[in-house]
């Protein structure tokens, strides 16, 4: 998650190289896009956390389906959202900054951010196909004791989902905020 983080913020940069208010309204959608998105990621890690099952490496969610499929299922809309896999708000949230860049004259600096966005959706995709296709590993279910933690984690993630089919009332505020 550290090397995407410098992912997304450098995605964010493409809205402010746009410039105008289109811009720097993309950018700010794109702010608070990741900020739901990295709080559901870093959710999963806490989540899955609990009671000895480790969540640092992508090895770790091998055969997460075959576990928990409830936390399976917010994690691939986690990494789908991240990916920028529509209809999720992650890729209204790419699809504003790049649209600002282009608008902004910079249709080199898109190009380069579409190919970047490419080659991290390897990364998140990888994630979702351990977790649906490789054979589990170690504990065969998880703790379900944690209630309260495993609905914020499911309305955070569930949330990626509804913002993605309803973005468009965030992106006008994000839009009144440089307009005036």
């Known amino acids: 998650l550290a090397y995407?983080?410098?992912?997304?913020?450098?995605?964010?940069?493409?809205?402010?190289?746009?410039?105008?208010?289109?811009?720097?309204?993309a950018s700010m959608f794109y702010a608070i896009s990741y900020a739901l998105m990295a709080t559901a990621a870093f959710g999963v890690i806490v989540l899955l956390s609990r009671r000895g099952f480790e969540?640092?490496?992508?090895?770790?969610f091998k055969g997460l389906n075959a576990r928990d499929p409830w936390s399976a299922g917010?994690?691939?809309?986690?990494?789908a959202s991240l990916a920028g896999i529509p209809p999720f708000l992650?890729?209204?949230?790419?699809l504003a900054v790049l649209r600002a860049a282009i608008h902004g004259g910079m249709l080199w600096l898109a190009i380069v951010?579409?190919?970047f966005a490419v080659i991290g959706a390897f990364y998140y995709l990888?994630?979702?196909?351990v977790m649906y296709f490789d054979e589990p590993v170690g504990e065969p279910v998880l703790p379900r004791d944690d209630r309260l933690?495993?609905?914020?984690?499911?309305?955070?993630?569930l949330g990626l989902l509804v913002l993605g089919m309803f973005w468009s009332p965030l992106m006008a505020w994000c839009q009144a905020a440089f307009t005036g």
Not at 55 to 60: K, R
Not at 74 to 79: D, Y
Not at 90 to 94: E, Q, R, S, Y
């Open 4 to 25: 995407s983080t410098i992912s997304h913020v450098g995605f964010l940069f493409l809205g402010l190289a746009g410039g105008g208010a289109e811009g720097y309204a």
């Open 55 to 60: 969540a640092d490496n992508i090895d770790d």
């Open 74 to 79: 917010m994690v691939l809309c986690v990494m």
């Open 90 to 94: 992650g890729f209204w949230a790419k």
């Open 113 to 115: 951010g579409v190919v």
């Open 126 to 129: 990888r994630v979702i196909k």
């Open 149 to 157: 933690l495993r609905l914020v984690f499911a309305v955070n993630a």
